[in-house]
């Protein structure tokens, strides 16, 4: 599926219908996906970071960008990546990477180094220039940092949405976005807006009636296969599981 197709998916949607995103972490999870019959797939850098051995935003970019291209390279089915806040280079470099990688969108997020928010004016400008370098060859989702970094008033995320899409971005994510918070958001603006669940409601569905055009992850499918196989590895460790065939 080519960038255009890709970027279609996030129009025209039903809003009891978002866009559903796995997360895959590595091929194998990213096959599972692809299988299953999503139409995309959207890595979260947590977890592949966690399956590189790494704690969040401290992979190197080398091997974030590897990682990708493996993803990419057993599916059928278009791949985001999560390129987190773009490794420091500059956006000519970048652009280059990602697209080297088969990926055809990127999530970009809008904090910098010791996890404090970025001047949206600025950030605004940067992404201005992915987009000159890219094009229409990265569909690029900028991610609006808020709600993680303490501001509960959604006017902060509503002006840096609105910077973001003016340079170029193609959808916003107001990453911990509450329902108040995602309905404040689809109240200024018409362009998608990603979001991710919590634990509980609201659903995948009411979700999109809220606002939201598709639905990532994050680490979430990453922790819970890892649960799954801790589970797991007691019960081979206590001796009450034995493997088919033995």
């Given at each position: 599926?080519?960038?255009?197709?890709?970027?279609?998916?996030?129009?025209d949607r039903a809003p009891e219908?978002?866009?559903?995103?796995?997360?895959?972490?590595?091929?194998?999870?990213?096959?599972?996906?692809?299988?299953a019959g999503f139409p995309a797939l959207a890595t979260p850098s947590a977890g592949v970071s966690a399956s590189l051995g790494?704690?969040?935003?401290?992979?190197?970019?080398?091997?974030?960008?590897?990682?990708?291209a493996r993803i990419v390279r057993v599916v059928d089915v278009p791949v985001s990546a999560d390129v987190e806040d773009g490794y420091g280079l500059p956006p000519k470099e970048l652009v280059?990477?990602?697209?080297?990688?088969?990926?055809?969108?990127?999530?970009?997020?809008?904090?910098g180094p010791g996890k404090r928010l970025k001047d949206p004016r600025r950030h605004a400008d940067w992404l201005a220039?992915?987009?000159?370098?890219?094009?229409?060859?990265?569909?690029?989702?900028?991610?609006?940092?808020?709600?993680?970094?303490?501001?509960?008033?959604?006017?902060?995320?509503?002006?840096?949405?609105?910077?973001y899409l003016a340079a170029g971005a193609d959808c916003v994510y107001p990453i911990g976005a509450r329902p108040e918070g995602l309905v404040a958001l689809r109240?200024?603006?018409?362009?998608?807006?990603?979001?991710a669940p919590y634990p509980g409601?609201?659903?995948i569905s009411e979700l999109g009636r809220l606002g939201a055009t598709r639905i990532t992850f994050g680490p979430a499918l990453h922790d819970h296969s890892t649960a799954s196989l801790r589970a797991l590895a007691q019960t081979l460790r206590t001796a009450r599981f034995s493997p088919a065939g033995d």
């Open positions: 599926m080519t960038v255009e197709a890709f970027r279609a998916l996030h129009h219908d978002p866009l559903v995103l796995p997360g895959p972490w590595d091929a194998a999870s990213a096959r599972v996906f692809a299988e790494y704690a969040d935003g401290q992979t190197p970019a080398d091997e974030m960008f590897a990682a990708v280059a990477r990602i697209l080297d990688t088969g990926a055809v969108g990127c999530n970009l997020e809008d904090s220039e992915v987009r000159a370098e890219a094009g229409d060859r990265l569909f690029v989702n900028a991610r609006v940092d808020s709600f993680i970094r303490g501001a509960s008033d959604p006017a902060d995320a509503i002006v840096r949405a609105r910077l109240a200024e603006i018409t362009a998608p807006i990603n979001a409601p609201p659903s």
